[in-house]
């Protein structure tokens, strides 16, 4: 068997077209949907994600206000700038990059968001939305997993999902959502308590790896047939890279296409997705600003 590859990049650019015309739409009616991007610090991997996010911005015909804070940047800065951008009538999203340094409190930045404005879901008032399927923001990479089931044709209706992971920003909100009416999946979490994780996740018909450790999941995991869908991304190193690293993500990629149905790989998988999802999430900001007018 030779899974079908799920091509993240085509799909995330149908979401971002589909946020364009609406985008243009808005401006037309006299609201310029604008996200405010907060870097603190200028570690690379974040650098490199705030980057993707401005390019989306500028395709999808926002605006982009971007804030780059120093690594010593105190918590108070920080929290005073998002004071005024929540005060900023022509700001409709906050993004604050995470990881942020260590001396600040990443809790108390994400609850300083207004909810109105947390186009990353990560807020308690988003992920309450979320748990008791109220409207809201959803985050967007578990959002960006499920438009890609979709996408594919992947049935979520009584499916077995396995999510690998239950971080805030991934594993827990996917299980959620996958569990919602709307998916119908009966979802298990697995986390490093799990004993004998293979037994567990050969019995996914949709299998989510979303762990950060290379190819810990292997082709011997996976149960024949089943769809996979990798969240991870991690550096390993490669001489024969220009930058001397190349991304893989969580799942042993080659084998595991002999025995998947369909797979995502990494990069082009999950990544552009939740980029994808972001400019969707402003969007709606934007929208629910423009009719509270
Ligand atoms: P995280 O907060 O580090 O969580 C990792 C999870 O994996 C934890 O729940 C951990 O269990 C579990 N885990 C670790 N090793 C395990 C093992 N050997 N067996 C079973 N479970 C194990 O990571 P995250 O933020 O969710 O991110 C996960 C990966 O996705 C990372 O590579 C990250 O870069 C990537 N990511 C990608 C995107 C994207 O847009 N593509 C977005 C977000 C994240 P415990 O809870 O027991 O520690």
Same mark, same amino acid.
């Given at each position: 068997? &030779?899974?079908? /590859? +799920? ?6 650019? &149908?979401?971002? &077209? ?8 808005? %401006?037309?009616?006299?609201? $310029?949907?604008c996200l405010a991007v907060v870097l603190v ?13 401005? !390019? ?7 605006a982009d206000r971007s804030y780059r804070l120093p690594?010593?940047a105190s918590e108070k800065e920080l929290l005073d700038l998002i004071a005024a951008l929540n005060a900023d009538a022509s700001v409709h999203g906050i993004l604050v990059q995470?990881?942020? #340094?260590?001396?600040i409190?990443?809790?108390r930045v994400i609850l300083a968001i207004d909810p109105s404005k947390d186009v990353? *879901?990560?807020h ?26 979709? @996408? ?10 396995? +999510? ?7 594993? %827990? ?7 919602? %009416? ?10 490093? *308590? =799990?004993?004998?994780?293979?037994? /567990?996740?050969? $019995?996914?018909?949709?299998? +989510?790896?979303?762990?950060? !450790? ?8 996976? !149960? ?18 220009? !930058? ?18 369909? +797979? =995502? #790989? ?5 990544? #552009?997705? =939740? ?6 999430? =402003?969007?709606?900001a934007? @929208?629910?600003a423009?009719?509270?007018?």
């Amino acid at each position: 068997m &030779s899974a079908t /590859i +799920i091509d993240g990049f085509a799909v995330a650019a &149908s979401v971002r &077209s589909r946020v364009a015309s609406a985008v243009a739409n808005l %401006k037309a009616a006299g609201t $310029q949907p604008c996200l405010a991007v907060v870097l603190v610090g200028d570690d690379p991997a974040s650098v490199s994600y705030v980057a993707g996010k401005e !390019k989306a911005l500028a395709e999808v015909g926002m605006a982009d206000r971007s804030y780059r804070l120093p690594v010593t940047a105190s918590e108070k800065e920080l929290l005073d700038l998002i004071a005024a951008l929540n005060a900023d009538a022509s700001v409709h999203g906050i993004l604050v990059q995470l990881p942020l #340094p260590r001396h600040i409190d990443e809790a108390r930045v994400i609850l300083a968001i207004d909810p109105s404005k947390d186009v990353d *879901g990560f807020h308690p008032i988003s992920v309450g939305n979320l748990v008791i399927d109220r409207p809201g923001f959803l985050p967007c990479t578990p959002h960006g997993v499920l438009v890609l089931l979709r @996408e594919a044709g992947i049935a979520t209706n009584g499916a077995h999902a396995v +999510i690998v992971g239950r971080s805030n920003i991934v594993g %827990k909100p996917l299980a959620l959502l996958l569990a919602r %009416k709307d998916c119908n999946a009966t979802v298990t979490i697995c986390h490093t *308590g =799990t004993r004998d994780l293979a037994s /567990i996740t050969r $019995q996914a018909d949709i299998l +989510i790896a979303a762990v950060g !450790k290379p190819r810990v999941i292997t082709a011997d995991m996976i !149960k024949p047939g089943a769809a996979v869908i990798d969240v991870g991304v991690n550096r390993v190193e490669d001489s024969t890279a220009k !930058k001397g690293f190349r991304l893989v993500g969580d799942v042993d990629f080659v084998p595991a296409c002999e025995v998947a149905s369909y +797979i =995502t #790989p990494v990069p082009r998988g999950v990544g #552009p997705m =939740t980029i994808a999802m972001l400019m969707h999430n =402003t969007l709606l900001a934007s @929208e629910r600003a423009a009719e509270a007018r």
